[in-house]
């Protein structure tokens, strides 16, 4: 839902998804309208932006690649073995203590799912790159 900030002159800006696409059997049909808020400072005196889009009439022009479709095929491999990764019992105290011990090391994650993502994302990249 889009946010309004009114102040002495009226409307100062408005900010978010003024209008939102109905959704049929978990697909978006219709169009999108959002605005957007630039907060910060500039000399720019263009700071409200809107943008629309038909989610009826966007069509793919070009056909998914095999790169493509191995990417996808990867992200939801190495996606469904983090959840997995971080609901198993058997290594979550050992991982939360991997975890702390690299977070504040230079190049070290910043959030447990990032670390579990790079952990997994590197077993699945060593499985099918040797493979």
């Known amino acids: 839902m889009a946010k309004a900030k009114v102040g002495a002159a009226g409307i100062e800006y408005i900010q978010g998804a003024m209008k939102k696409p109905k ?16 907060s910060a400072a500039t000399t720019n005196p263009n700071c409200q932006r809107i943008y629309t889009f038909d989610a009826d009439r966007y069509t793919r022009s070009t056909p998914v690649s ?21 609901h198993d019992l058997n290594k979550i105290s050992a991982d939360q203590a991997a975890f702390i011990e690299q977070k504040d090391l230079p190049g070290g994650k910043k959030t447990m799912r990032s670390y579990i993502w790079s ?6 990249d060593e499985a099918h790159d040797n493979g």
Do not use: I, P
């Open 23 to 38: 959704k049929v059997n978990g697909h978006n049909h219709g169009n999108y309208l959002v605005m957007t808020h630039r």
């Open 66 to 86: 095999q790169d493509e479709t191995n990417r996808r095929l990867r992200f939801s491999a190495v996606s469904r073995a983090v959840n997995t990764r971080m």
């Open 119 to 124: 952990l997994e994302l590197a077993a699945y």
